[in-house]
């Protein structure tokens, strides 16, 4: 085992001996990883369905965890530049699922979030001439397409009530590292923070079976809310693709 283990390191390092560390015209990645909501994104249910939204979280958005895939595009504003123009395309899905159950049986509430991100920014690259390793840091302005779902179940007919689709505008910033396995192949991993609904918050009045992202200030039966930041980290990693070494 320890042989075949050498073996294929042997065959690896000697495959790598050929890769070209020149900068390349365009890159592409593909990625995915965990996403964290932070408050005012982040938030539990209560302790029973008469209080299910009626805590001490009562004006999050009562996400709990979430996911994220998508798609990077790197252009160098010029040759030897390490400053390339930046896109990306981005799905973020968060929820939260909880169960009930005592003696009259069972009560199951199920909450979703998915913020479709498209940005546009700047990279800066830190690496330096003829390395494998490429750190870099970016920014981007985003526009944010928020969807989502809150179904509640008793074990009869559900439920459901749907997020009116809306858009906010934001920001996000990125800080990770690019590792050159070959001429057109890398991996890379890394953080981003992101504001997603820093322009246009906006609040409006419930009708069922359409609810509001409301996120601006508002009253909800006498009680005032103040408004709501959408905030998240994205730990994430992926596969690099390398155009015109």
Same mark, same amino acid.
């Given at each position: 085992?320890?042989?075949? +283990? ?39 249910? %209560?302790?029973? $369905?008469?209080?299910?939204?009626? &805590?001490?979280?009562?004006? !999050? ?14 252009? $160098?504003?010029? #040759?030897?530049?390490?400053? &390339? ?9 968060? %929820? ?14 199920? +909450? ?11 990279? /800066? ?8 390793? &490429? ?15 809150? *179904? ?6 559900? !439920?459901?009530? &749907? ?5 906010? =505008? ?5 800080? %990770? ?11 890379? =991993? ?17 009708? #069922?079976? *359409?609810? /509001?992202?409301?996120?601006?200030? #508002? ?7 103040? =408004?709501?930041?959408? !905030? ?9 693709? /390398?155009?015109? #070494?």
């Amino acid at each position: 085992m320890i042989q075949k +283990i050498v073996g294929f390191l042997i065959i690896l390092l000697i495959s790598l001996s050929g890769t070209t560390l020149s900068q390349p015209k365009a890159t592409v990645q593909l990625i995915g990883g965990y996403s964290i909501p932070l408050p005012d994104l982040k938030g539990t249910f %209560g302790e029973s $369905p008469g209080k299910l939204t009626v &805590n001490s979280d009562s004006n !999050t958005f009562f996400m709990k965890s979430g996911s994220n895939y998508g798609l990077v595009f790197k252009i $160098p504003v010029k #040759r030897k530049n390490p400053v &390339n123009i930046l896109g990306s395309l981005s799905i973020n899905s968060f %929820g939260q699922k909880k169960l009930y159950t005592d003696t009259s049986g069972y009560f199951e509430a199920d +909450i979703s979030l998915i913020i479709t991100t498209i940005g546009l920014g700047l990279e /800066y690259s830190f690496a330096g001439k003829k390395t494998a390793f &490429n750190p870099y840091a970016s920014f981007e302005f985003t526009i944010n397409l928020f969807s989502g779902q809150f *179904t509640t179940s008793t074990g009869t007919d559900p !439920t459901i009530l &749907n997020l009116n689709n809306t858009i906010r =505008a934001g920001i996000q910033a990125t800080a %990770g590292i690019d590792y050159v396995l070959h001429n057109n192949v890398g991996i890379t =991993a890394g953080l981003k923070y992101a504001f997603a609904n820093m322009i246009g918050k906006s609040s409006a009045q419930d009708v #069922r079976p *359409t609810y /509001y992202l409301n996120d601006d200030d #508002r009253f909800d039966v006498g009680v005032f809310y103040p =408004a709501r930041k959408i !905030t998240y980290f994205q730990i994430f990693g992926g596969i690099s693709f /390398y155009f015109g #070494r």
